[in-house]
């Protein structure tokens, strides 16, 4: 079964406006963590925002934001202010277990800002 | 900070040859991880490093793949022989320990002919 789940393969938005990339996660765990990564076309991935299962407040990373909702198993990511260098893969991954390390990736959203 | 440092950036080899990539992480990160990235996919774990001890190595192909990380701080990844379905992009992470995010390196991406 597939641990992480991004439905959607590619996104549109419009600069300045908001836009949500989904991600639902799998895991029965109690303890586990969530990230979005960055990935422009260049390749490297870039480390956007992270949230802990036991973390009660919603993370925040200046225009990033982390929508978490734990009885869902959801974990979306919301952008504000879309700028035209967001336009690039965005994956989310989650880490399970207090001592684990391991990254399980999604498959990955393509957003495209347009001006 | 300087970051995680890979290299080749690109290698083109042909099938049954051999190739080699080179990671060294942010210094002071104990964990080293290797991934690879397929066309279309997210990152998939090949091999995590404590230090200089393999944590996970069970997506490794064992029979073709190998990484070692001698002192403990840079790694090299090895596939001998290449096959035509290890074209992807290698990818070295690194964090510190307990549980930080991971950073990432540029990535190597391999083309096999």
């Known amino acids: 079964a597939q641990k992480i789940t991004q439905t959607q393969p590619g996104m549109f938005v419009q600069e300045k406006e908001a836009v949500t990339l989904d991600c639902t996660y799998d895991?029965?765990?109690?303890?586990?963590?969530l990230f979005w990564y960055k990935q422009p076309s260049s390749g490297e991935m870039i480390f956007l925002i992270y949230?802990?299962?036991?973390?009660?407040q919603n993370a925040t990373e200046g225009r990033y934001s982390l929508n978490f909702q734990k009885a869902r198993k959801s974990a979306n990511l919301v952008i504000s202010a879309s700028q035209l260098g967001d336009s690039a893969m965005y994956f989310c991954a989650m880490r399970e277990g207090r001592n684990f390390q391991k990254l399980v990736f999604g498959t990955g959203t393509r957003l495209l800002v347009s001006p | 900070e300087a970051g995680v440092a890979q290299s080749p950036r690109y290698k083109i080899i042909e099938k049954r040859q051999s190739v080699a990539f080179w990671c060294n992480p942010i210094?002071?990160?104990?964990?080293l991880y290797w991934y690879q990235q397929i066309l279309g996919q997210g990152p998939k774990l090949l091999i995590q490093f404590q230090n200089n001890g393999v944590v996970d190595d069970s997506q490794l192909p064992k029979d073709r793949f190998s990484a070692e990380r001698l002192k403990g701080v840079d790694s090299t990844l090895k596939i001998q022989p290449a096959k035509l379905e290890d074209s992807a992009v290698y990818l070295c992470?690194?964090?510190?320990?307990?549980?930080?995010?991971?950073?990432f390196g540029d990535g190597t991406r391999l083309s096999i002919l």
């Open positions: 992470a690194s964090s510190s320990t307990g549980g930080q995010p991971q950073h």
């Open positions: 210094s002071g990160h104990a964990t």
């Open positions: 949230q802990g299962s036991y973390d009660e």
């Open positions: 895991t029965s765990d109690q303890s586990y963590g």
